[in-house]
C-alpha cells in the first residue's frame, strides 16, 4: 500500500466506459476481487441481503467478439492474471469462476457482477440487476434466467436503486456506471445520498476510473460532504497520471462496509504493479464532514 496526499491537476472529463469493450481489464480484475471480497463477508451466516446493481451491463461477456477484440484490453487483464502465480488469495474466488467458465483453458468467456453477484447469493438473499439500455437487458436477462431470486429491471439505475430499496435490514448497491455523461458523479453522489437517507444500513460499492486526480478528488470531496458513513477509497493506477485522455487507472469507493482495507490493498497493489508500469496504489479512509 503506497499512501500520500492527494493532488488536484485537471478538471472533470467525461468518459465512456461501456462493460463489453473493456471486459476482463485491469480495471474489472480490481472491481470484481474487491466485490467477491466484500460478498463473502455479507453473505457468511445472518440475516438475509439485498443486492442492487444499478449499471449491470450483459452479464457475461464473449472475449472473442467484436467489442472485446477492438479494445484487447482483456489479454493484459484477466489473460495474465490466469497465467499468474504471484497473485495474491484475494484473487482466488475471480480465477476460479473464470476456470469454471472455460474449462478448455482458453479464457473466452468472462462474467460480469451480475454473474458474479448472483454466484454468491444465499437462497434467501435477492438481486435486483438494473440496465438501461434495451439491448444490454435482454442480454442481461438471458444470462441470469432460471434464478428464482433474480430480479431484472429495464431502468434507469440511479433512480431505480432509490425506489427498490427497502427502508430496513441489509442491502449493498454496486455503482459502476458507463460515465459518458458529465453529471454521473453528481448523480452518484445524490444516490448514495438518498440510500442512506431510506436506510442507515445500506452500503455502496461504487467503481471509477481514475483519469485524472482532480476529478477523483472533487468526486470524492462532494461525497465527504453529502454522506454521513465510515467511507474507504482504494485507488490503483497503471501508469503516471500524464495524460488525462486516459484511463490511467481506477478506483473503488465503499461506503459503510466492513473494514475491508487490507485485502482491497492486496488487490490494488498486485494489478499495478504486474499489469501496470509506473504506477501505484493506496487504501485510505475519508472523513465525513
Known amino acids: 500500500m503506497v499512501c500520500g496526499p492527494r493532488f488536484h491537476t485537471q478538471p472533470r472529463v467525461a468518459l465512456n466506459y461501456r462493460h463489453a469493450f473493456h471486459a476482463g481489464n485491469f480495471a474489472d480484475l480490481v472491481k470484481h476481487a474487491g466485490l467477491l471480497r466484500l460478498m463473502a463477508e455479507l453473505t457468511r451466516p445472518g440475516p438475509p441481503l439485498t443486492v442492487i446493481d444499478t449499471h449491470a451491463g450483459g452479464g457475461l461477456y464473449d472475449l472473442a467478439g467484436p467489442e472485446a477484440r477492438k479494445s484487447g484490453e482483456a489479454d493484459a487483464g484477466i489473460v495474465q492474471l490466469m497465467r499468474a502465480k504471484d497473485a495474491p488469495p484475494e484473487f482466488a474466488s475471480l480465477v476460479r469462476t473464470v476456470a469454471a467458465l472455460n474449462p478448455d483453458g482458453e479464457v473466452r468467456r468472462y462474467p460480469g457482477s451480475p454473474w458474479l453477484i448472483a454466484e454468491s447469493l444465499r437462497p434467501n438473499d435477492r438481486y435486483v440487476a438494473c440496465e438501461l439500455r434495451p439491448e444490454e437487458h435482454e442480454a442481461l436477462r438471458v444470462a441470469l434466467r432460471g434464478r428464482g431470486n433474480v430480479r431484472t429491471l429495464c431502468a434507469d439505475g440511479y433512480a431505480a436503486a432509490v425506489a427498490e430499496c427497502p427502508p430496513t435490514g441489509r442491502v449493498l448497491v454496486l455503482i459502476d456506471p458507463p460515465f459518458e455523461k458529465p453529471d454521473d458523479y453528481s448523480r452518484i453522489v445524490a444516490t448514495v445520498a438518498a440510500l442512506r437517507?431510506?436506510?442507515?444500513?445500506?452500503?455502496?460499492?461504487?467503481?471509477?476510473?481514475?483519469?485524472?486526480?482532480?476529478?477523483?478528488?472533487?468526486?470524492?470531496r462532494d461525497l465527504e460532504d453529502e454522506v454521513d458513513a465510515p467511507m474507504v477509497a482504494a485507488e490503483t493506477r497503471i501508469r503516471p497520471l500524464s495524460d488525462p485522455m486516459k484511463m490511467n487507472g481506477c478506483a473503488l469507493v465503499l461506503v459503510g462496509g466492513p473494514d475491508l482495507q487490507a485485502p482491497l490493498a492486496a488487490i490494488c497493489s498486485w494489478a499495478a504493479q504486474a499489469l501496470g508500469a509506473g504506477g501505484g496504489a493506496r487504501v485510505y479512509a475519508l472523513s465525513p464532514q
Open 197 to 220: 437517507r431510506r436506510n442507515a444500513q445500506v452500503q455502496v460499492l461504487i467503481w471509477t476510473p481514475i483519469k485524472d486526480l482532480e476529478t477523483l478528488d472533487g468526486f470524492l
